[in-house]
């Protein structure tokens, strides 16, 4: 499903090297959680598959067949169609309804003046509904965002994702603003669209404990680097002193 290839990021003008020759394979289906300090990649690595960031040159990410640091504006967004991307802060529109936020998942389906219009068909409705229902928010279909907690805000942003009948879920520490109990309401959500939908997850996890209990397998990421893949069996004592014990400045 996803191919990585030498992929490199750099910032502050090639000064800050984010990502260093990133090489790994994701299988279908796969829930993968990727651990490591704050500033190790980790967000760099999730937006980077999907360029929400752009990579050095001579980076290469394939979706199944297709490299997608080689499309132009339009041949990716129909490639996104197929990624949804949850994020920390849940970048909600906070004066519009529920179900207009998850409305809003089914735009790469339309075209632009009906999107900026506000047009949905009544597939668009039924699907955004229906996973509306499966995040266990129907009865705040027509309330505004604003009005709920973060952890219905969080569930509004994965029915979003849904939205779009993604084939590929990432998650940028979806659970950074909420408590424990909500974060495994969260990571059983994703948990369960993995098993019953057959999608592929990659996480972010700040939480080392989530990511063994969710996870088939981990990536850990220490100052740019990937430096462990394995399962959550694998991922012993030393492999995480290793993974957590750099200075990030």
Do not use: W
Not at 86 to 114: D, H, M, W, Y
Not at 140 to 162: C, E, F, H, P
Not at 168 to 190: N, Q, R, T, W, Y
């Amino acid at each position: 499903m996803i191919r990585i290839e030498t992929l490199n990021k750099h910032y502050n003008n090639g000064k800050v090297q984010a990502l260093k020759d990133i090489n790994v394979s994701i299988r279908d289906g796969e829930f993968v959680a990727i651990i490591g300090s704050s500033g190790a990649g980790k967000s760099t690595f999730l937006r980077a598959i999907n360029r929400l960031i752009e990579p050095a040159d001579g980076s290469h990410v394939f979706i199944d067949d297709t490299e997608i640091t080689g499309l132009n504006k339009n041949q990716l967004i129909k490639i996104r169609r197929r990624i949804g991307f949850i994020f920390q802060q849940f970048n909600l529109v906070e004066k519009l309804t529920v179900l207009q936020n998850v409305l809003t998942g089914r735009i790469g389906f339309n075209s632009v003046p009906a999107m900026m219009l506000g047009l949905f068909s009544q597939k668009d409705i039924e699907i955004a509904t229906h996973y509306i229902r499966e995040v266990g928010l129907i009865e705040k279909l027509y309330t505004r965002s604003d009005n709920l907690s973060g952890g219905q805000q969080q569930r509004v942003a994965i029915a979003r994702a849904m939205a779009q009948e993604p084939s590929i879920i990432l998650a940028d520490e979806p659970m950074a603003s909420l408590d424990p109990k909500l974060s495994h309401v969260i990571l059983g959500l994703l948990k369960k669209f993995n098993k019953e939908r057959g999608i592929t997850v990659l996480v972010n996890l700040h939480v080392l404990e989530l990511a063994t209990q969710y996870a088939d397998r981990i990536l850990g990421f220490r100052l740019g680097e990937m430096v462990f893949d394995g399962t959550p069996e694998q991922l012993d004592s030393e492999h995480i002193e290793h993974i957590y014990s750099a200075k990030v400045e």
